[in-house]
Structures are given as structure tokens and as C-alpha cells.
């Protein structure tokens, strides 16, 4: 065999055993630490379900994933600063599902949710329950519906504010049931529940990890749960759905990177998470905080983004809501 000969040829097999050069890059990720931003405040569901995560991640691909939170503006200014962030794997958003709720409601954001940022993996979605005062007459889902009907505008709906997700399903139930429900936003989940428990406002859909120590205590009726179909957490409870057909709404939280992210370190982050959330402990947790884990593929992730992003689109347009 030639010198030349033999140069090809050893060329040849050494190329054969090298990677693909987007698998390299996978395998390359993280060389440093990596950043997740989280728009709301620590302490929330989606500041804990990142920080769970986070430590996974951390523990398994050999660098910091680092949780950092950026709150304000309804989750817009977290959103924006990913949007804007290289798109390289190092910065990335657990984000909820108020991002495209905000899109509906806002019409001159600087950016959009829905394109300006690519599905990683959707983690957990939490359904709510619609809860009442014990002292409400109705004792099931239909006979609040006759009692709204009978008193329109009377009702006081408590939400954790204007665009969360409590309130955009109250929105969302109205729109279906037909009924008119007068608003009552408070700041944050945590405010409004005990005037709900004190009587000043009569309804409220509410996070079920929010709000089932209640349940459980007797301090507020569930009389239905938003999901399309019961939980396990809850199976006593019927799904809204039983009596306003059509009718589902979740609280989700998933992981998302900037437009352009290579493809292939999404691939291995959708896989380590999807790893990560099949183990027992991490059921656990997250059923704590209201919601199993989902293990699925971005596809996944991407449906529910496109399915909500119309949805709520519908239910802003039907209560003449804006942001601006």
C-alpha cells in the first residue's frame, strides 16, 4: 500500500470512530454553568420545581445549573431577558403557563413566547380546583352554575390576580357556563385564600397545592377540579368538565431555551429531565406540590404551548381583558 494509500485509509477509519459532529456537541454540553432563569419570585412552584431540577441536572452532567429568579412584569421581564440570552444551552427559562397567557393579554411585548423561545420539556401541570365557601348554598358544580345565574354579578371570583392562571380559569368557566361572576383579584394565591375561608369573596380556582390543606380541613368545599379528568389526589372530586363540556385548564411549568438553541442539546436536556422525573422521589415531590411529573418529548411540550396560546387567546378576547 502507497504512502497516499495508507494515509486515506487510516483518514477514513479515524473519521468512522469520530462522533457526529451534533452528537459532539452534546456530548460537549455544559462546559461551564448553566442558568435558568425563573420569572417569578423563590418560594413559588415554579422557582421549587426548577430548583429540583436544577440539582439533577447539576449532579449528573458535571456543572452548576444554576436557578436564578427574575420576577416582574407578569413573568415578562424574566421571558425577555431568555429571549434575548445567547442561544448556546447556557441560559434557559422554567417558565409557567401565565408566558402565554401574557401573549394574548399584551399586545406590545417585545417579544413572543410562542416562537422567540423553543419547548425543552414540559415537566408537571397542575390542575385547580374550584373551590367555595362552606357556607355557599350550592353543593356541586351545577348548582353553582343556577346560583350564579340567579345572582349574575353577585359572586365574588377571588383569584392570585389579574391574568393568573386561577383567574383565566374562572374566566375561561365563564365563558363555557355562561354565567357572570364578579372579580376580586388579590396578590398572589396565598392572599386571597383566607378571605375566600372569611367569606368576602364566594369562589376561587386555586392551585390544588395551594389550596387542599383547606379542603382537607374543612375550611372550603371543592366542587370540582379543572383537569379533564379526576386526580389522584383528589378522586372524590369531579372534573369540571361533568357539567360544562369542553371545559379543562392547567397550571404547567416547563423547561425552554432560546430560538436557535442547538438541537442537539435540547435532545439531551429533554432526555435528563425525562430521567430525572421518572424517579420515585421526584413523583413524590412534585404530587407535594400539586402535580405528577411528565416525562414526554418537546413535540409534547410544543402542542401544549400551541393549544393554550389559542385557548387563552379566546377567553381574553371573550372577557375584553389587556395588559396594556
Same mark, same amino acid.
Given at each position: 500500500?502507497?504512502?497516499?494509500? $495508507? ?5 477514513? *477509519? =479515524? !473519521? /468512522? ?6 452528537? %459532539? &456537541?452534546?456530548? @460537549?454540553?455544559?462546559? $461551564? ?5 425563573? *420569572? =417569578? !419570585? /423563590? ?6 420545581? %426548577? &430548583?429540583?431540577? @436544577? ?270
Amino acid at each position: 500500500m502507497t504512502s497516499r494509500r $495508507r494515509f486515506l485509509h487510516l483518514t477514513a *477509519a =479515524t !473519521a /468512522a470512530l469520530l462522533p457526529h459532529p451534533r452528537l %459532539a &456537541r452534546a456530548q @460537549a454540553y455544559p462546559t $461551564r454553568p448553566v442558568r435558568i432563569l425563573v *420569572a =417569578t !419570585a /423563590a418560594g413559588g412552584t415554579t422557582d421549587i420545581v %426548577a &430548583r429540583l431540577l @436544577a440539582q439533577r441536572l447539576s449532579d449528573k452532567l458535571g456543572q452548576p445549573f444554576v436557578v436564578e429568579n427574575r420576577p416582574g412584569g407578569g413573568t415578562n421581564i424574566g421571558t425577555e431577558m431568555a429571549v434575548r440570552a445567547p442561544p448556546d444551552g447556557y441560559t434557559l427559562l422554567m417558565a409557567n403557563s401565565s408566558a402565554v397567557v401574557n401573549q394574548a393579554l399584551h399586545k406590545t411585548l417585545p417579544f413572543t413566547f410562542s416562537t422567540d423561545l423553543v419547548p425543552v420539556a414540559i415537566v408537571m401541570r397542575s390542575p385547580l380546583l374550584m373551590l367555595v365557601n362552606p357556607s355557599m348554598p350550592a353543593k356541586t358544580g351545577a348548582e353553582f352554575i343556577a346560583y350564579a345565574k340567579a345572582n349574575p354579578g353577585k359572586v365574588n371570583m377571588g383569584s392570585g390576580g389579574v391574568a393568573s392562571t386561577g383567574h383565566m380559569s374562572g374566566e375561561l368557566f365563564q365563558m363555557l357556563a355562561g354565567v357572570k361572576l364578579q372579580h376580586v383579584p388579590y396578590r398572589g394565591e396565598a392572599m386571597a385564600l383566607p378571605d375566600l375561608i372569611g367569606g368576602q369573596v364566594q369562589v376561587m380556582f386555586s392551585t390544588i397545592g395551594s389550596s387542599l390543606q383547606y379542603v382537607k380541613a374543612g375550611q372550603l368545599r371543592a366542587l370540582a377540579i379543572s383537569t379533564a379528568t379526576r386526580s389522584e389526589l383528589v378522586p372524590e372530586v369531579p372534573p369540571v368538565g361533568d357539567f360544562v363540556p369542553g371545559y379543562e385548564s392547567n397550571s404547567w411549568n416547563g423547561l425552554t431555551a432560546p430560538k436557535d438553541t442547538p438541537a442537539s442539546i435540547v435532545e439531551l436536556l429533554n432526555k435528563e429531565f425525562n430521567t430525572a422525573m421518572a424517579d420515585p422521589k421526584i413523583k413524590e415531590q412534585f404530587l407535594a406540590l400539586g402535580g405528577p411529573p411528565i416525562i414526554g418529548p418537546a413535540s409534547d411540550f410544543a402542542k401544549i404551548i400551541r393549544d393554550d396560546t389559542e385557548k387563552w387567546a379566546k377567553v381574553v378576547a371573550f372577557g375584553g381583558l389587556t395588559g396594556n
